[in-house]
């Protein structure tokens, strides 16, 4: 059988188209077979990133994405292993997520256990068994709703206690006493000073012990002498006038 130029031209082409599909499902094979040496951990081969919104979607994770910042942890990126050495307080983290390039390991919380620390955490090996360099890592979870922080109110009551007035009533009888008022004089008691105009001395009449002698005739006697009197000066006065 002659081979013309077109049709060798033909086998060529199926024979590159050959190679190529055996190449790619060869490729692919690898890449479905990605394996890891922590028997702790799920392998993955798949482009996957830590702002994905299916980042905590696969291998059996749930919740959210949980940065490395909120982890306490040694090693991580650019090394080969990942200790994680303390969790968040209000998240309860379902797993972990170890990457270098396309390729990951899932850890589920149950695999690894309630103690702490979770040491060795690593991502799958590639060429044939060489442990890679972790290049991107984070953990998923859900968060936990704190219990409300109770708050304690200190009442201070104030009790006022009033005193009733006693009143107390006897049934014996008392007896009242009158006296008399007692007029008591006192040397010691100072006399208010007082300042008057002092009064015309008036001439004391006295009563007389009546003796049986009539002095009705003394008065007449003693008005007609003052009248004399008083007649002799008025006429002495007039003379010297």
Known sequence: MRVTPLRRSGLLASVALAAAASLV???????????????????FFQFIDVNHPDACAVGGLSGNVVLPGEFGYTGGDNQKHLNITGLPEDVEVTGMLVKAGDVFNVYLADELGDALPWNELRAPVVD????????????????????PTGTTTTTTTTTTTTSEPTVTHSSTPTSTSRSEPTTSSSSAEAAPTTTTVAPVPVAEVRDLAATGFGSAWLLGCGAALVAAGAAVLFVMRRRRA
């Open 25 to 43: 499902l060869a490729t692919s094979a690898s890449a479905d077979e990605v394996t890891t040496d922590d028997p702790r951990a799920q392998p």
């Open 128 to 147: 044939g068994g060489t442990l890679p360099e972790i290049g991107q890592w984070f953990g998923c979870g859900v968060a936990v709703e704190q219990p």
